[in-house]
C-alpha cells in the first residue's frame, strides 16, 4: 500500500451543486486529475451517494459518517461492512455538523481498526485532539466550528493552536490534517508549514467557480516543497 505522506479530503456536504447528478458530475471532473505519488486525495460523500464508489472504482471515495456496528438489525445505521462491500474504506467522523459522544467515537475507532476502515477523526481543539490520539485515532482533522465555511482560514486565525495540536498527536502517531476557512494556496501551503499532513476542504472547492481546477491548486501547493 502506498505510504502516504500528505492528504486532501474534499467533503462534498450536501450541498446542490455536489449531490446526486451534480455530485456525480464533480466526481467524473476530479477523476481526471492526476495525483501523484506521496499524496492521498479522498472523496467524501453522503449516504445516498457513496454507492458512486462502484462506479468511481480508482479515487478514494469516503463516507461522512459510519456506526460501530457490523451488518445485521440496525435500522438506520451505517455499517462498516456495507462500507467494505462497496471498496469504500474510510470515513469521516464527528464532524461539528455531527458530533457524537466520546463513548461512540471510542466504540467506532476500535471497530473500524479491526474491519481496516480509515477515520479521520473531526476535533475542535488540542484538548480533544490529544484525548482522541491516545484512543489510537490515526487520523486527527482539527476544525473550529467557527471558522467553518468562513472566509478566514484556520492557518491564519489558529496557528498556534495548529501547531499544538500537531504537537500532542504527533506524540500519540496520528497524522493531522486541518479546515475551516481554507480558500487559496496559500491557506494550504501555511497549514503543511505549521506541521500538518494535509487538509480537510468543503466550500473552497466545491462551491468554487471551477471545482477541478480549484482542486487541482489545493493538491500541487500541498505538495510544494
Known amino acids: 500500500m502506498l505510504m502516504e505522506e500528505r492528504f486532501l479530503l474534499v ?3 450536501q450541498y446542490e451543486r455536489s449531490t446526486l447528478k451534480q455530485g456525480e458530475k464533480l466526481l467524473e471532473k476530479f477523476s481526471e486529475i492526476t495525483v501523484k505519488g ?8 453522503p449516504a445516498y451517494d457513496i454507492r458512486l464508489a462502484e462506479k468511481f472504482r480508482g479515487m478514494n471515495i469516503l463516507a461522512q459518517h459510519v456506526d460501530p ?6 435500522t438506520g445505521k451505517i455499517s462498516m461492512d456495507a462500507l467494505t462491500q462497496l471498496g469504500i474504506r474510510g470515513s469521516l467522523l464527528n464532524h461539528s455538523e455531527r458530533r457524537l459522544d466520546p463513548e461512540v467515537i471510542e466504540n467506532t475507532l476500535r471497530l473500524a481498526k479491526e474491519k481496516g476502515i480509515r477515520i479521520f477523526l473531526c476535533v ?3 484538548e480533544e485532539a490529544e484525548k482522541y ?4 485515532a490515526s487520523f486527527i482533522s482539527y476544525e473550529p466550528p467557527e471558522l467553518i465555511g468562513g472566509d478566514v482560514s484556520v492557518s491564519t486565525a489558529r496557528p498556534s493552536v495548529i501547531r499544538d495540536v500537531v504537537r500532542v498527536c504527533t506524540a500519540h502517531g496520528s497524522k493531522v490534517l486541518v479546515g475551516a476557512g481554507i480558500k487559496n494556496e496559500r491557506d494550504v501551503k501555511r497549514s503543511i508549514e505549521l506541521g500538518a499532513s494535509g487538509i480537510l476542504v468543503a466550500s473552497g ?3 468554487s467557480e471551477s471545482p477541478a481546477e480549484k482542486l487541482g491548486e489545493f493538491i500541487k501547493a500541498m505538495l510544494a516543497e
Not at 69 to 74: H, K
Not at 133 to 136: A, L, N, P, Q
Request: hydrophobic share 50%; glycine share 14%.
Open 38 to 45: 506521496g499524496a492521498f486525495v479522498g472523496y467524501s460523500l
Open 205 to 207: 472547492i466545491v462551491l
Open 69 to 74: 456496528v457490523p451488518a445485521g438489525a440496525f
Open 11 to 13: 467533503n462534498f456536504k
Open 124 to 126: 475542535e481543539n488540542a
Open 133 to 136: 490520539s491516545r484512543m489510537g
